[in-house]
């Protein structure tokens, strides 16, 4: 038997076992949930995803219906007040609850119509989405910022940068969040408030909380990109006149982007997933819409690895992302 | 052109060595200057020390074109400009091209239009003999190769002085010819040069002055004929006895 034989039925063996274990696991928790009576309905899932609602149009003021227009697709009915004010409110056209001449008070129903939302789930992975999205950038930024001080000359800026990287390294994110949110945002929203702004939603705590968080590991790796590259293209850069600035951005971060990728890739994954502990600082954000229709739905077991799934999804199109640019930054 | 007065190094980490000890010298322009030395005799420390790539003890003086170099208020990076420096281990700049290579510093430092800059690069790179290689990577290269595009990427700047810190010791024997063919074309056309190498032949044939040094310091210094014929140190007469 030659060693490719060999080699390929290695292969097949070893391969179908994976799938059969990946199968039996499957099942046996499906088995499990039988046994302790769980109902799966899946079913019931999309709903969270795309639903339709009832929107109901309610009158404003007190008076007569004086008109009801119906043209194409639309329906404006007209409601004439005592002193002779006129109000229209249009609304598609569906169920219309009132007549001609009716006589109607300050929140009566004039129409019911049915619309096409996203649901709570989708709108909480595009809160996840935009949230991670947003911290992603800042992040870089100050990463960039972070890891050019951590190696500078200048002790002033390699020790701020010292500190910063170590205060939050070494605390939990979850207490950061809680610091953010309940420490600097209710001082920052009290002097808004005494100098008569209007307060700053806990959304932007939550990012910036998360970006200053993924910031200091950003920054070590940006560190360790730019130490790793040797120091003889430093001193080529500079014995050909080149300044500091110019022989950092044409000759030492070009080269060192492409070995910071790989860890800078898997520490957005990382931020990605921690953006589900906003739910604590009322960010509907994934986890916490998903912990919602959980209490209302009472179907813990779809939802949440639904919710599982989602993430997977956005970590994986990270991670494909960035692999495409390393190919694309491959000399 | 070059005037160093007082020169001393110290290096402090990881424990203290005296690399250089009161250098005093002058190189002219268009002179070949030949530095050599037993290893650790601190002839690349020198040369390092002459564009501030090292930085020496207090007290000492490194005048370039009447430039102090290591005083504070000179711009360091225009006199690196006017300063060529090719490295043992020729540091190209591995993300771009050979052209870009050669084009780059044209572009940033002396602000040349890109398509003037890399006219002079494709120029500088016929005359070291690789213009076929112009869009190759640095690591599609032979060692010889480039040691060559860095000469040309030095001699981009229009340097007045040009420093090659031992630029055939990383080379396999058999390409270490073509790079000393081209610093000799550089030395005919009137370079002032400043060359640590180990290659006592090119010494020999090329150098206006030799320069001896043995622990920091000067031994000996003086006309090649003179000083591998008779030397008149001991210390020199044993370091030539076991090189040549």
């Known amino acids: 038997m030659s060693l490719n034989v060999k080699k390929s039925r290695y292969d097949l063996f070893w391969k179908s076992t994976y799938f059969v274990i ?58 004439e007040g005592r002193s002779g004010e006129k109000e229209t409110y249009p609304a598609p056209a569906g169920e ?60 002033c800026l390699r020790w701020l940068s010292i500190t910063y990287i170590e205060f939050i390294r070494g605390s939990p994110l979850l207490v950061q ?18 100098m008569g702004f209007s307060p700053i939603s806990s959304l932007w705590y939550g990012v910036a909380s998360l970006a200053i968080f993924a910031g200091a590991y950003v920054a070590e790796i940006v560190r360790a990109g730019i130490q790793s590259i040797h120091r003889g293209q430093t001193e080529a850069a500079r014995s050909l006149g080149m300044n500091y600035i110019q022989s950092m951005t044409h000759v030492i971060l070009p080269q060192a982007m492409r070995r910071i990728l790989p860890p800078l890739a898997g520490q957005f994954i990382s931020l990605i997933k921690d953006s589900s502990l906003l739910g604590i600082i009322a960010i509907r954000e994934l986890t916490k819409a998903t912990r919602e229709v959980v209490t209302t739905s009472l179907q813990p077991y779809e939802l949440w690895f639904v919710c599982a799934v989602l993430y997977l999804i956005l970590t994986f199109s990270l991670s494909m992302f960035v692999q495409y640019l390393e190919r694309r930054t491959l000399i | 052109m070059i005037d160093v007065r007082n020169l001393s190094k110290t290096f402090l980490a990881p424990h ?37 790539l090292e ?18 208020k000179t711009d360091i990076n225009k006199v690196r400009a006017e300063v060529g420096m090719v490295f043992q281990s020729f540091n190209l700049f591995p993300h771009k091209t050979v052209l870009e290579n050669v084009a780059l510093a044209q572009r940033v430092v002396r602000k040349r239009p890109k ?19 112009a869009s190759s990577y640095p690591d599609q290269l032979s060692g010889g190769q480039q ?10 700047m229009d340097p007045k002085v040009m420093l ?37 032949g090119f010494a020999r044939e090329v150098a206006d002055r030799v320069i001896f040094m043995d622990q920091g310091a000067i031994v000996e210094e003086g006309p090649p004929e003179h000083f591998f014929t008779t030397p008149d140190h001991e210390r020199t007469k044993l370091f030539l006895s076991q090189i040549l």
């Open chain 1, 22 to 79: 990946i199968g039996v696991g499957i099942l046996l928790l499906w088995y499990a949930t039988k046994e302790v009576e769980y109902v799966w309905r899946w079913y019931r899932v999309p709903q969270y995803f795309i639903a339709d609602v009832e929107v109901n149009v309610r009158a404003e003021i007190e008076g007569e219906v004086a008109r009801i227009e119906r043209s194409g697709e639309t329906v404006r009915i007209t409601v």
């Open chain 2, 164 to 200: 090659f810190d031992e630029p055939t010791s990383a080379l396999d024997p058999e390409m270490i010819g073509e790079v000393l063919e081209a610093m000799k074309t550089l030395a005919k056309e009137g370079m002032t040069m400043v060359v640590v190498t180990h290659e006592m």
């Open chain 1, 177 to 194: 969040i809680y610091l953010w949110y309940f420490v600097f945002g209710t001082i920052i929203n009290n002097l808004l408030a005494e």
């Open chain 2, 115 to 133: 398509a003037q800059a890399r006219e002079k690069a494709m120029a500088l790179l016929n005359k070291v003999g690789i213009g076929d290689k």
């Open chain 2, 55 to 72: 930085t020496p003890d207090e007290g000492g003086h490194i005048y370039i074109d009447g430039k102090d170099v290591l005083d504070s």
């Open chain 1, 96 to 155: 219309v609850r009132v007549y001609e001449g009716d006589f109607i008070f300050p929140g009566d129903i004039l129409a019911v119509y049915e619309e096409t939302r996203p649901g709570i789930l989708l709108q909480g992975l595009w809160l996840t989405l935009k949230v991670s999205f947003i911290a992603i950038a800042f992040g870089i930024l100050i990463g960039l910022l972070g890891g050019l001080a951590r190696v500078s000359r200048n002790p």
């Open chain 2, 147 to 156: 040691q060559r595009v860095a000469i040309a990427r030095a001699l981009a």
């Open chain 2, 16 to 52: 203290e060595v005296r690399a250089l000890h009161n250098i005093n010298t002058s190189i002219e322009a268009a002179e070949v200057v030949v530095v050599i030395g037993p290893s650790g005799s601190g002839k690349s420390t020198f040369i390092r020390c002459l564009n501030h």
